[in-house]
Nanobody, 123 residues
């Protein structure tokens, strides 16, 4: 199984940008579908974006056009570039991995999770 570790969270003003990284261990990273989820206080964990091992991507409507997911299989890295951030984007962001080709949008579909990184967007 792949082990995941997020980094790059922090405090940013509304309208600003922030990049997250997820480092994965293991030699089979390229065979996993990878995704970002987030969880705000008192709310359920929700889908942000996914990047399949075949190169396809999927985004939640509320981040489409503002967030970009990418991966570098040679470096075992997953990224999330976030622009035009709003306070509604404040959450703990998690990196997740699943086997299979389809781009899952539900937490139960993912078998491995990182510890999360906090993103706080202030007015």
């Amino acid at each position: 199984q792949v082990q995941l570790a997020e980094s790059g969270g922090g405090l940013v003003q509304a309208g600003g940008s922030l990049g997250l990284s997820c480092a994965a261990s293991g030699r089979t990273f390229s065979t996993y579908t990878m995704a970002w989820f987030r969880q705000a206080p008192g709310k359920e964990r929700e889908f942000v974006a996914a990047f399949g091992w075949s190169g396809d991507t999927s985004y939640a409507d509320y981040v489409k056009g503002r967030f970009t997911i990418s991966r570098d299989d040679a470096k075992n890295m997953l990224y999330l570039e976030m622009t035009n951030l709003t306070p509604a984007d404040t959450a703990v962001y998690y990196c997740a991995a699943r086997t299979g080709r389809s781009l899952g949008e539900y937490p139960y579909q993912y078998i491995q999770w990182g510890q999360g990184t906090q993103v706080t967007v202030s007015l």
